[in-house]
């Protein structure tokens, strides 16, 4: 059984940076895309970043430039480096593997169990 167990959430004012990582156990991430969805507080929860197992990186529109997403096959984690973070960014923040898919892009799969990132002054 697939689980995935997102840390490094929390806190940070505008402009600064946050990790995140995602532990999966039960799975290779390298056998599967990953990536991160979040959840803005009232709304629907929406696609971020992946990586395939390629190696490709994808990124919604609003976070490229901002946020980085790598993975570290040897410890089975991703990671989510965002930066100049802003308020809009406010969101709980899933990790998930499984299939990717483009138009529009996702991944079809397993779901963490979610880290609150809050920006604010």
């Known amino acids: 059984q697939v ?11 505008p402009g600064g940076s946050l990790r995140l990582s995602c532990a999966a156990s039960g799975s290779r991430t390298y056998d599967n895309a990953m990536g991160w969805y979040r959840q803005p507080p009232g ?11 390629s190696g490709t ?3 919604a529109d ?5 946020f980085t997403i ?13 930066s100049s973070l802003k308020p809009e960014d406010t969101a709980v923040y899933y ?3 499984g299939t990717f898919g483009m138009a529009p892009l996702r991944i ?14």
Do not use: P
């Open 3 to 13: 689980q995935l167990v997102e840390s490094g959430g929390g806190l940070v004012q």
């Open 43 to 53: 709304k629907q929860r929406e696609f971020v970043a992946a990586i395939t197992t």
């Open 57 to 59: 990186t994808y990124f």
């Open 62 to 66: 609003s976070v490229k430039g901002r």
């Open 70 to 82: 790598s993975r570290d096959d040897a410890k089975n984690t991703v990671h989510l480096q965002m």
């Open 95 to 97: 990790c998930k593997q």
């Open 108 to 121: 079809a799969g397993s779901w963490g169990q979610g880290t609150q990132v809050t920006v604010s002054s």
